[in-house]
């Protein structure tokens, strides 16, 4: 259920830094996670959707409704409240991907590496009573934070594992 608010919420640390734009409402989306909160400099934009959902263009970044796990995020669909993935912001500086690899990515996507934000799609997933949790280096999102504009792009490099243990 998506719906409209006008209530003041305590903002969430953006991933995405905010765009001077035109005041957007909040939208309030009742996701698999709980209640997400999206406020309008949050919006991402997917031209192409997602690798597996091309049909869904309109996402939103917001923190986990319950306050715990501050190091992941909830990218929710906009147009589909059904559709929410667990995702972990990369710090480009770490080397977990190479500065190569960034900047060819930047390079074919159009982006200015200062306007780039990277999103790792979270897996968890249940083995031997324990939870397992990896992320998707080989197809992270790139997200053009100037223009809220974002692509899964799949890295030509076969070094990044698509279930990298966290």
Known sequence: ??????????????????????????????????????????????????????DFHAFGLAALPDGRHPQFRVLQSLEDASLAFLVAPLNVDSGAISTEDLTEACTTLGIVREDLAVLLIVTVRREDNAAQVSVNLRAPVFVDSCRRVARQYVLPNARYAIRHPL
């Open 1 to 54: 259920m998506l719906s409209h608010t006008a209530h003041a919420v305590s903002p969430t640390p953006p991933v995405v830094p905010p765009v001077p734009a035109k005041a957007e409402p909040q939208l309030v989306v009742e996701s698999r996670f709980g209640t997400i909160v999206v406020d309008g400099a949050s919006r991402v934009t997917f031209p192409q959707g997602l690798l597996g959902f091309s």
